[in-house]
């Protein structure tokens, strides 16, 4: 298989691929190929950085995430094409993406460090949301009475927002507050239910509501002026967990 045929097969590959693939799943379907002959991985990473370049130009993407290789609309062409689509892109509330923040910059921390941090009580809807989604997991439990569980982010986690490694999440010296983070994810946030048909923030604040482990006062929660660094300064585990280990 010369470099252009490899390329190719590479890319139908991608495009077949319900989830990425990394550099050890591409050798493999390459070499149940009859003709692969002696492919090799530096073959795949050469061939693979061809197909960025020839994507530089064009809407669609090559990019690494976590999980391997994968090809996607173009991050700049999103918002042209929502359109096409049916279903309503998800939306957060300020709530939501704080504590996910505070999971991705401060693991592994547990639900009471979270609400020592924001002065609120977390939401179970909000944990049991994160869990679903796989964004979020169980790492361990703290050594102190109770054992609460500690939280870290997941492989899932770092796909959805197009990162290879926890490293690469925005700097804390490049945030200023909760928004600057949001507008670096490009995590659309829900601050009320007024202009979100549905009405997810009133939703969840009926849940929430309901909620025995929830603050009464809802809307304080979500109001919360916390902000990522601070929550970094004020906050420091102490036990140690691996964080996206699968």
Request: net charge negative; glycine share 4%.
């Amino acid at each position: 298989m010369d470099n252009e045929q490899l390329k190719h097969f590479l890319e139908a590959a991608l495009l077949a691929a319900s989830d990425p693939l990394n550099i050890a799943a591409l050798l493999k379907v390459c070499l149940a190929r009859p003709s692969a002959g002696d492919v090799t991985k530096a073959d795949i990473r050469e061939a693979l950085k061809a197909l960025t370049d020839d994507y530089s130009p064009r809407g669609i993407e090559l990019i690494e995430v976590a999980s391997g290789f994968r090809i996607q609309v173009r991050q700049a062409m999103g918002a042209e094409l929502v359109g096409l689509f049916e279903e309503r892109p998800p939306r957060y509330s300020r709530a939501f993406f704080e504590t996910l923040a505070l999971i991705a910059y401060r693991q592994p921390i547990t639900r009471g460090e979270i609400e020592d941090v924001r002065g609120v009580a977390v939401s179970s809807n909000i944990i049991r949301s994160m869990l679903e989604r796989e964004w979020v997991r169980v790492v361990g439990h703290r050594d102190v009475p109770g054992k609460p569980a500690m939280f870290g982010t997941t492989k899932a986690f770092l796909d959805y927002f197009n990162l290879k490694k926890l490293d690469d999440l925005p700097s804390l010296a490049e945030l200023t507050d909760i928004e600057s983070l949001k507008i670096q994810l490009d995590l659309p946030t829900v601050e009320d239910g007024s202009n979100n048909p549905p009405a997810i923030a009133q939703v969840e604040a009926v849940e929430d509501a309901n909620d025995g482990d929830a603050p009464a006062d809802v809307a304080a929660a979500a109001e919360s002026e916390d902000t990522v660094d601070e929550a970094i300064e004020e906050q420091a585990p102490t036990d140690k967990a691996d964080p996206v280990a699968s």
